[in-house]
């Protein structure tokens, strides 16, 4: 029985990868004015993210109502999942797995399900698993190259693989260093007064994501050099067992991931250690200067 993969864009699922293991990605959509740029492959990170560099860009004028660049996405519609569920019916899929950012965060899973049920009714003998990752980013990734690993074994049905990949979703640790509270106050996300007060008291905050794919406060930091040693230090508190690897995530700024990519090796020097750029959906509301530890606790008979 043939299993194939779909997943979201904002998984930052490296393209080559996914066309070389003929997965399907179903594209966010980012708003910039009055523009509506697709997440796909052809998606210019870079120059997405030096729209953030100018300082104008948060400034807001309350008796001209004035604002100037706000981020914006928007989640993928039902149709465009269906397409993708279509196509992987097309070359012979006979289970499809989906594997999307979390419910906590986005109303994209909500569409697969719709798409999968419309599917599934015309096409009884397929099924469609959707798997909430509880997180966004790699931690999609190493579920997605979890269940590639699981279908190559050719001994797990589709609900087998589903299953797994859903206990296993809460066992990748995310932490993410925001260096600036501005983004998340200029999408509305925080008030004003505690952006000022956070602003006063320059305060680096630190976010995780819990069981259910919501995101909590995890800690907090005067500077970045100090929130880049918190983070690490927050992905192995309270840990089940050694990291099987890490994973950081990136917008704009490269140098930081680097940074703590050495202080992981000081910790760590052999565990592997991926670098990343995230799109433009998964940042948008937190910065582009937002770094995004991922810490993989899964299991290892899934990987053998």
Same mark, same amino acid.
């Given at each position: ?28 959509? +980012? ?6 740029? +697709? ?8 120059? %997405? ?25 928007? =989640? ?61 980013? %790699? ?50 996300? #925080? ?64 140098? %930081? ?19 990343? =750029?995230?799109?433009?959906?998964? #940042? ?21």
């Amino acid at each position: 029985m043939s299993i194939r993969i779909v997943t979201d864009s904002a998984s930052d699922l490296p393209w080559d990868f996914a066309k070389e293991n003929k997965i399907k990605v179903v594209s966010l959509y +980012v708003m910039v004015h009055d523009e509506v740029l +697709v997440e796909d492959e052809n998606f210019d990170r870079d120059s %997405y993210y030096k729209l953030f560099e100018d300082e104008k860009a948060f400034l807001h004028i309350p008796k001209l109502n004035l604002y100037s660049f706000v981020p914006k996405t928007s =989640q993928p519609n039902p149709q465009d999942f269906e397409k993708a569920y279509l196509e992987q019916i097309a070359e012979g899929a006979k289970e499809i797995i989906v594997i999307n950012v979390t419910a906590g965060l986005s109303g994209t899973t909500n569409s697969s399900n719709l798409a999968a049920k419309k599917v599934m009714r015309k096409h009884s003998d397929v099924k469609i698993h959707i798997i909430d990752a509880k997180s966004a980013s %790699y931690p999609e990734v190493i579920l997605i190259r979890m269940a590639l690993n699981l279908i190559k074994k050719k001994k797990y049905s589709g609900d087998q693989i589903a299953k797994i990949l859903r206990e296993q979703a809460i066992k990748i640790r995310t932490i993410i260093l925001l260096p600036t509270l501005r983004y998340l106050w200029k999408g509305g996300r #925080l008030g004003t007064s505690k952006f000022l007060l956070g602003s006063l008291l320059r305060k680096k905050p630190i976010v995780t994501m819990d069981e259910e794919g919501k995101v909590h406060p995890a800690g907090e930091a005067t500077d970045v050099e100090e929130g880049l040693q918190e983070s690490l230090r927050l992905s192995l508190e309270n840990a089940p067992k050694e990291p099987k690897a890490f994973s950081i995530v990136y917008g704009s700024r490269k140098d %930081y991931a680097e940074n703590l990519a050495e202080k992981i090796r000081e910790k760590y020097p052999k565990i592997k250690i991926e670098i990343a =750029q995230s799109g433009g959906s998964v #940042l948008s509301h937190l910065g582009p200067e937002s770094i995004g530890l991922i810490t993989d606790y899964t299991d290892d008979e899934y990987w053998q």
